[in-house]
């Protein structure tokens, strides 16, 4: 059972989301909780669709508050008489089910906090609702034909409606409209949005650390020496806002910036001193009033803290466009960069975020231009013209470069690029990589009608003799560029996965973050960092295996079990495996990781375990198929071969029992079979003396 999908993975999140509204409907009757299916599962398609990391288990109070009063009012039609359902009764069950279940991130808020986020809400959900203004167009239509008689059920009525619609013959809120089309306009309107790119768990030093760091920082002393020359008492500028000449000349040495002060007019004619002092009024550090540059009270305790002053300098970057690579006359033209600044400083940082190789300047350049390329015309104008408007953008980009590597957010050096980063070979790419490939992307690589085009089996070989040839220009973030930009990530809701922040996490949270969310080597860091936080070993790993003993979810059961085999030390893992296969509730578990692993065969397992294997399978592949008709079809598809296969199913001694019985219904419904018909078969198959043992394919 995982927890996240891709956006385009759209049937197995489909069969999750009926898998786990099943359960949720089943497990919130036994408890006496309110629930509707149909709004679990809006609510969970909010989580996958709309936002920025799709983690179903973990719900922020941002979550809640957009779900009940932006998601639900927009999608949910709710006609005319119909019983209103209870919505956010349905979240707060929700949320009980994924903890109780072991399925809420650990990295989320508690119980408590989430509730307590729906009851904040609650009362405003029901005016949401009716608020026509929040409907989406879809739903407004439909409530419109509802509330003048139309069974919007019936098609053929609802288009005799519409047509009427066109011609302007139906009364409608007219108001209502213009504002649900003006927030369509605007993009407030909630909708898929493009998934954001996983990133790899990244390892940080304790904060103190980064202080240090960030302390040694030339553009943090030079800030901070700003702002104490400007003081509380404030300095007199120009009607132009600019320091004045002479003491802007002081500045210069006060500060270190190496501007060179002979001969020029203005402060404006010393671009470092300029840049400083844009920077520190957009780190509000300082303003201008009143004729005078005064120093902000209120960044006081900012100045007085390192790491604080360097990430208010880091955001700051963002805001710079102008000061950075702005025209500097009516003389000169703004680069492509100019237009996208922001997007594309994100794009590069994210890019270069748990990154584990420095990225080779000509990798990066090329990306950014097909940021370029997705964002204007190029359509015009000739090859040369379009290389002097990538050279600008290029040399505008080192200058964002330069003043990132000064904060101490990037380190640049020279060397080979590393092997990951050359192009892929025409030669290698076959029609199905092609035709899978995105056409920017393709176009990017060099690989566009490679077979055909010798153009750009061309254009590959010229970027890889450029990344081969000799040293490249390598960029990585720092520790401390690290960390502002995994702050930026979570800010606007993206995952970003930080080594040794599990080392509190339940056992069973734990495991399902390692097992969907983190690389080998990240996972056993944080796995032995959990182990040591617990102080005892073997009491450790007891909590770690009972967390998959009491998983219900028998697929998320093995992948938790997986992730801690491989995450154990060299050895440790195939003899816990062992040690479990003799385990009545974890046999079947340890059955099929050892198969898998290739370190038992079927002919060594026993016709017990041989059983044991053939029915984890089976309730695994009903999980995977999403239970209920998903999983009726799947068994239908195999015919007699399912029959029997469930019928030996049910004959083992597997300890999942809810699960053989829900088997047992399913394949009833599927294949015709009946309870009396099933154990015949089981009875037959012992009296004929086979071991019905399967070899695992």
């Known amino acids: 059972m995982r927890m996240r999908f891709e956006p385009e993975a759209e049937e ?17 009757g036994e408890q006496g909780l309110p629930v509707d299916g149909y709004m679990a599962e809006t609510a969970l398609d909010y989580r996958h669709l709309v936002t920025a990391d799709g983690r179903l288990g973990l719900w922020e109070s941002c979550h809640v508050e957009e779900l009940l009063l932006s998601w639900l009012p927009q999608q949910v039609t709710e006609l005319p008489g119909e019983e209103r359902a209870d919505a956010p009764g349905t979240l707060r069950t929700l949320l009980r089910y994924l903890h109780a279940a072991q399925l809420a991130d650990p990295r989320g808020p508690s119980l408590q906090d989430s509730l307590a986020a729906v009851d904040r809400v609650a009362e405003q959900h029901l ?95 030079q800030l901070r020496g700003l702002a104490e020359w400007a003081g509380q008492g404030g300095r ?26 002979e001969g020029v007019r203005s402060s404006a004619d010393l671009p470092r001193l300029a840049l400083l002092v844009e920077w520190a009024k957009k780190a509000r550090l300082v303003r ?18 390192p790491l604080q002053l360097w990430l208010r300098a880091f955001d700051a970057s963002f805001e710079l466009r102008q000061a950075l690579i702005g025209a500097r006359s009516g003389w000169h033209i703004e680069s492509m960069l100019f237009d996208v600044y922001e997007g594309v400083l994100d794009d590069v940082l994210n890019t270069l975020y748990s990154l584990p190789y420095p990225m080779p300047w000509p990798r990066l350049r090329d990306t950014v231009h097909l940021a370029y390329r997705s964002s204007f015309q190029l359509d015009a104008g000739s090859d040369l013209q379009h290389r002097m408007w990538f050279e600008h953008a290029d040399r505008d980009l080192h200058a964002v470069l330069d003043l990132l590597d000064d904060l101490g957010a990037i380190e640049r050096d020279r060397g080979m690029a590393d092997p990951v980063f050359l192009d892929i070979d025409p030669s290698d790419a076959g029609p199905e990589l092609l035709a899978d490939m995105p056409p920017e992307l393709a176009e990017l690589l060099g690989v566009a009608g490679a077979a055909t085009d010798p153009a750009a089996r061309e254009r590959a ?31 606007v809701g993206r995952d970003a996965p930080l080594v040794g922040e599990l080392a509190q996490a339940p056992a069973a949270g734990l495991l399902g973050v390692l097992a969907e969310e983190y690389d080998p080597d990240a996972a056993r860091t944080e796995l032995a960092g959990w182990i040591t936080a617990r102080g005892e070993r073997e009491g450790a790993l007891r909590q770690l295996t009972d967390a998959v003993r009491t998983m219900t979810f028998r697929t998320r059961a093995q992948a ?20 479990l296969r003799r385990d009545p509730q974890l046999a079947p578990l340890a059955l099929n990781a050892l198969a898998h692993r290739e370190l038992l065969s079927p002919e060594d397992m026993t016709d017990g375990e041989s059983l044991l294997v053939l029915a984890e399978s089976l309730l695994q592949l009903v999980e995977l198929a999403g239970g209920g008709e998903g999983a009726e079809e799947t068994l239908r598809a195999q015919g007699s071969q399912a029959r029997d296969a ?52």
């Open 288 to 305: 201008v009033a009143k004729g005078r540059l005064y120093a902000v009270a209120k960044a006081r305790p900012v100045l007085a803290d």
């Open 560 to 579: 938790m079990l997986d992730v801690l085999l491989a995450a154990l030390p060299d050895g440790e893992g195939e003899r816990l495996l062992r040690t």
């Open 461 to 491: 070989d010229a970027r890889r003799e450029e990344l081969t040839a000799g040293p490249v220009e390598l960029i990585r973030l720092t520790e401390l560029g690290t960390r502002a930009v995994r702050q930026r990530l979570l800010a």
């Open 646 to 697: 469930v019928a030996a199913a049910l004959d083992s001694a597997h300890p999942d029992r809810v699960g053989l019985d829900e088997l047992r219904q399913l394949a009833a419904r599927a294949l015709g079979t009946h309870g009396a018909r099933v154990g015949r078969a089981r009875k037959a198959r012992r009296s004929s003396g086979k071991s019905g043992r399967k070899r695992r394919r």
């Open 127 to 221: 005016a949401a609702m009716t608020d026509r203004t929040r409907w989406g167009l879809a739903k407004f239509w439909a409530m419109t034909a509802a509330e003048q008689g139309v069974d919007v059920q019936d098609e053929a009525a609802f288009q005799r409606f519409a047509d009427r619609a066109q011609r302007g013959e139906v009364a409608y809120d007219q108001q209502a409209l213009a504002a649900i089309m003006e927030r369509r306009l605007t993009g407030r309107v909630l909708s898929g949005v493009a998934r954001a790119e996983p990133q790899l768990p990244v390892m940080l030093p304790p904060d103190d650390e980064l202080r240090r760091r960030a302390e040694a920082s030339t553009a943090v002393s």
């Open 236 to 261: 007199p500028v120009t009607a132009t806002g600019r320091l004045r000449l002479a003491e802007a000349r002081e500045m210069v040495d006060v500060l270190g910036t190496g501007d060179k002060a």
């Open 12 to 28: 197995e999140f489909e069969a999750a989301r009926g898998l786990l509204v099943d359960r949720l409907v089943r497990w919130a």
